[in-house]
Every structure is written in structure tokens, then in C-alpha cells.
């Protein structure tokens, strides 16, 4: 009697544990470019929808489904932002932009572009990837341009600019490829033979061209 009791508390058991539903599969990804300090993260869901991929800032009803955290100021393809009003930075850092555009060729306007849609020129700004400065230069970037701190604003400037104008040097002068590779990266760049699908990086382009026009009518 006691082992069919036992074999029945067996059985129940594994009865139990089948009927547990499946845990819901939850990845985040973190932008390659941004600050982490902004007041409030934007926070954006990825789902697949019968092969139609889906964007939304409530959590899907599907098992599966990604958790896109945007740390770049430009970089939230459901920012809320009016990026054809939003105030602009008219005179922050313009010796060190004046010094860099002239030094490499650069309109100056395209260089306060990106300073604004990388970090809203916030000097002291950091991603979690490590992304430091005005114009978020990576470790291993900040270190090929031989900067010593990258929290310097002439630092940061002069490098993210040298950068941005090797950027457009490989890419025949085209502006929208160029920051295309500033954000995502040339070699990407290259293997899409374009700005890459991401809805990232395609709205960072975007907004980078409408702070250009902006900052040229200065």
C-alpha cells in the first residue's frame, strides 16, 4: 500500500511540473552608441507577428520578445521628440567645433549635428558599452585617435571629428552614410551597401540630417 501511495505522489508530481507553462523569453539589447544619463530610459519592445516584425512601448502578448533599451539621445526610433523644433545648442563648445571643422574640412554645423544627436552635449556623458564624451567615442576609437581623456570637450570634438571625416572620406562625402558608420559602423555600413535596417540607426540618420539643416540656417 505505501509504495502505490508513493508511486502516486510520484506520478502526481510529474504531472505538476508538465503542466508549468513555458517561461517567456525576454533578451535586452543596449544601443552601441548613447549616455546613461538621461533622466528617463526609453524602453521599446520587439515581437514577431506571424513573420511581421512589430515595435511597441507595451509588453507584447507573445511568449517571445525582445527588450530594445535606447540610451542615445537620437537613437529612439519612438522618441516623442520634435526634432524640427527642439531647442538647439547654438554657441556651446564653438572654439573647439570652429578649431575642428577647420581643421578637417568639416562643416561646422554637421559636427554640432552629431554632438547634439549623440549626447544632447553633455560633456560628462557615458553609455554602458563605455561610449564617453560629446561625441561618445568608444574606448578602442578613442585610443586609435590618441586621446588621454575622453571627457575633454577639444579632445572629444577634435577626435569624434577626425573620425567623422574619415567617415565621409570612405564614403565619397555622402553625410548619410557617413553617420551611418559614425552609429553602427562602416564595416556594417558596407555589407548593407547602405544605412543597415536598424530602426536605430535609420532614425539617428534621420535626425542628424534635420539638426544639419537646422544648424546651417544659424
Known sequence: MR???LAVLLLTSLAGMTAEPAKRKIIAHYSPQGTSQQA???KVYR???NGVVLFSDLIPPQDNYEVLLFDCYACNP???IDWHKTPLFRADYQSEITKAAKDYQLDPALIRAVIHAESAFNASAQSRTGAKGLMQLMPQTANELGVRDAFSAAQNIDAGSRY???MLQRFGGN?????AAYNAG???VNNFQGVPPYPETQAYVERVGILLQRYRTL
Open 186 to 188: 562602416a564595416t556594417t
Open 47 to 49: 515581437s514577431d507577428n
Open 164 to 166: 567623422l571625416a574619415k
Open 3 to 5: 509504495q502505490i501511495l
Open 175 to 179: 553625410i548619410t552614410l557617413a553617420c
Open 78 to 80: 519612438h522618441s516623442t
Open 40 to 42: 528617463k530610459q526609453e
